[in-house]
Every structure is written in C-alpha cells, then in structure tokens.
C-alpha cells in the first residue's frame, strides 16, 4: 500500500516528541512575525516622524518656541523631538542659573540628550534580541526533532524482516519535516533583524549628527 506522504499526515503521523518540537518551532515561527510587524511599524513611524522633526527643526524657527510646541502637543513627536527635548530643558534651566557657566551649561544639555538618546535605542532595538536568537537556535531546534525522528524510523525497522526504501521513507520525511519548520522560523527572523539592525543604525547615526549640530547651535547661544 502506498504511503501517505503529505504534509499534513506527516505531522499527524510524527513521534509525540517531534510534534512538541513542531509546535515549538510554529510558536517561535509566530512570535517572530509578530515581532517582525510590530518592529516594522515602529522603526517606520520613528523615521517618518525624525524626518518631520529635522524639517520643523532647520525652519529657521526660535528654539525655545519649538521647545514649547514640543513639549505642549499632544501628538507623538518621536524619538529625535525627545531628545532635543531633553537637551533644550536641561539649557534652559542651567540658564537660569546665577552667575551662568557656559561650559557646565553645555555639558548638562550633552549629558541629558545622551541619556534620551540611549533610552530611544533601547525602545528602537527592543525585540531585536529574541530575533536573532530565532534565527540562530531554530534550525538546531529542527535538527534535534530530524535525529529523533530518524532514530526511531531506524528503530522501526528492527522490526521488520526486510529493510525497504518504502519501509523507511515515511520515518525520515515525517523527521525531515521537523527542519523545515526550523528554516521556516529562522530565516525570516534572520533577514529581519538584518534590515531593523540597519535601519536602527542609520537612525542611530542621525541622532548623534543631530546632537552634535544641536549642540554647536546652543553653544554659540551660551556666549
């Protein structure tokens, strides 16, 4: 009789073991898309309003009014907005202080927009760790189901009188499954947390440049 070797009856017809393997593969498979969609949207919203906040910004519009509008909206302005935040705060209120030093006026607003800076980065790459651990441990996960399945398909055949190719070739297919699962998890994790890294670097980048312009800007105001 001629063995049934589709998918479907592959998996139903696994050991108990591969099937956990399996599922565990689809759970990690389905929190990687999920995380991948979560992460898109967040690194896209996060360039799109950085953009939006450097054209507000270079308009040759009075700091301290745009300190204001930022901090009195009640729309998300994003990550670099946050960090100018911090920093014109910090300015603003080493200013007020008698008598003024320039320099620890500057070294506060460094200070404060480094450590806005670092709290974006950590929202920007939150998620980007369990991706690359997807993509790196579920083709072993696949691995260990495949071993298991072969060995009890070579087991099986303890059993019989005569080994076939028909004989064994259900055993294998049902454990070879198991590592196609583990690719299908791995590989969009992989290329994911390849394009988010990029992408979060290249933010990462405009927000340092934007820190250092925005820092000659307020040490030439502290004169």
Do not use: C
């Not at 017809?13 to 399996?22: E, H, I, K, R, T």
């Not at 450590?115 to 996960?141: H, K, N, T």
């Not at 189901?145 to 398909?153: D, Y």
């Not at 076939?164 to 998890?185: H, K, Q, R, W, Y």
Request: charged share 20%; aromatic share 10%.
């Amino acid at each position: 009789m001629k063995s049934d070797l589709s998918i479907l009856s592959l998996v139903l017809n696994a050991s108990l073991l591969v099937q956990l393997v399996m599922l565990l593969l689809l759970s990690i498979s389905l929190a990687s898309w999920t995380t991948i969609f979560r992460k898109w949207l967040h690194i896209r919203r996060s360039r799109k309003e950085t953009e939006q906040f450097e054209t507000d910004f270079w308009r040759d519009r009075d700091l301290t009014t745009l300190y204001q509008q930022v901090r009195e909206a009640r729309r998300e302005h994003g990550p670099l907005a946050r960090i100018f935040e911090s920093g014109m705060a910090e300015f603003l209120k080493n200013r007020q202080q008698k008598p003024v030093d320039s320099h620890a006026t500057l070294d506060g607003a460094r200070r404060s927009m480094r450590a806005a800076y670092q709290r974006e980065m950590d929202r920007l790459e939150a998620g980007l760790a369990f991706l690359a651990s997807a993509g790196s441990v579920s083709p072993y996960i696949g691995l260990f189901g495949t071993v298991w399945g072969i060995m009890n398909a070579f087991r099986g055949l303890s059993n019989v009188q005569q080994a076939t190719l028909a004989a064994v070739a259900p055993g294998i297919a049902e454990a070879l499954v198991a590592t196609a699962i583990g690719l299908f998890a791995a590989i969009p994790a992989v290329v994911a947390y390849n394009r988010f890294s990029h992408d979060i670097d290249r933010l990462s980048t405009r927000f340092d440049t934007f820190v250092d312009e925005f820092l000659n800007i307020l040490q030439r105001q502290a004169r």
